[in-house]
């Protein structure tokens, strides 16, 4: 159970409109989940994390939730920017071994004007 | 604050011919350290972890090795390269195991 999915792959949004972005883990034991932002080129980097001892949390305009019973979470960008516009990728840190940290395939988010 | 660096920022090489990859840490003693991979368009592919000087855990097999010979280095290699080892390989660090992964600026590598 180490797979992380992610869905979707391609999204495309209005400016001003808001994001969502789904993914689901196998691990039942996993109890961390951050999420990184990537444009084209550079490293990723954390944008917002959430623990299992959580079921939201909000950063300005990302908002991530947390539902432990079906093993989902989420991240919605409210308000989407054209600097929004990016590889996101969710990801889970396994609870048999914290130091593995699985990702999903990622979402490339389009905002558009 | 802490820093990471990587070393080369970018590397052509042949195929068969060998490779080192480096990552340094600074501002952070006895730090958790990462190699991953990505492919180009593709998802973070988690490769090794060091909790220690010393000690590398594989997570999964790619023909490729890594040691952690001083508490804030952390050195990917392979004595022959492969052409699926073309990608973006990057180092991580985190503080403790409650910490995500922090990634560093990664090195583009093309393998011909």
């Known amino acids: 159970g180490e797979q992380v999915e992610q869905l979707p792959s391609i999204l495309r949004v209005q400016e001003g409109s808001s994001a969502s972005i789904n993914c689901s883990y196998e691990?039942?034991?996993?109890?961390?989940f951050p999420w990184y932002k990537q444009e084209p080129g550079e490293n990723p980097k954390l944008i917002i994390d959430?623990?299992?001892?959580?079921e939201r949390k909000q950063i300005q305009e990302l908002i991530v939730l947390l539902d432990k019973k079906a093993k989902r979470f989420s991240l919605h960008i409210t308000d989407t920017q054209p600097g929004d516009s990016a590889m996101y990728f969710c990801?889970?840190?396994?609870?048999?071994?914290?130091?593995?940290?699985?990702f999903g395939k990622g979402t490339h988010l389009h905002v558009l004007p | 604050a802490q820093t990471i660096h990587q070393w080369p920022v970018a590397e052509i090489k042949a195929v068969g011919s060998p490779l080192s990859l480096g990552c340094t840490i600074k501002?952070?003693?006895?730090?958790?350290l990462y190699w991953y991979w990505q492919a180009t368009g593709g998802t973070l592919q988690q490769l090794f972890y060091?909790?220690?000087?010393?000690?590398v855990e594989s997570v999964v097999q790619l023909n490729l090795s890594a040691s952690r010979p001083k508490d804030d280095q952390f050195i990917l290699s392979t004595e022959k390269l492969l052409l699926s080892h073309s990608g973006f390989y990057l180092c991580?660090?985190?503080?403790?195991?409650?910490?995500?992964?922090?990634f560093g600026e990664g090195t583009r590598l093309s393998v011909l």
């Open positions: 991580a660090w985190s503080r403790d195991i409650n910490q995500a992964p922090l």
């Open positions: 691990d039942s034991a996993s109890n961390y």
């Open positions: 959430i623990r299992s001892n959580m």
């Open positions: 990801a889970a840190r396994r609870g048999t071994n914290a130091y593995k940290v699985i």
């Open positions: 501002g952070k003693s006895s730090p958790n």
């Open positions: 060091s909790i220690t000087v010393g000690q």
